[in-house]
């Protein structure tokens, strides 16, 4: 992943599932530095790869906080089974900060 910063627009995040996404719903959850419960936000299947997904993240208050956050993917298949993707740590950034 990128590097991102606390109140950025206009930015996705995408994860590869390594499964084809095709007739699923999608959702990318995260967990914010300051904890609390998991927040879920509804994914799209990557035009050109059925395997990734992404949420795009177009409000300063998406990505509000400093600190790492941790992203993962879960899906629900046509069938009713859920996938959990294995979760990844993001680091979001004071404008400035290296």
Do not use: C
């Amino acid at each position: 992943m990128a590097d991102y910063f606390v109140g950025q627009t206009n930015l996705r995040i995408e994860l590869e599932t390594n499964v084809t996404l095709t007739g699923s719903t999608l959702a990318i959850k995260y967990m914010k530095p300051s904890g609390g419960t998991a927040v879920s936000e509804a994914a799209t299947i990557n035009g050109s790869d059925p395997s990734k997904m992404y949420w795009d993240a177009d409000a300063a208050t998406d990505l509000a906080e400093h600190g790492t956050y941790i992203f993962w993917a879960h899906v629900t298949f046509a069938d009713a089974t859920i996938g959990i993707g294995t979760a990844v740590a993001q680091v979001i950034k004071y404008q400035g900060q290296l």
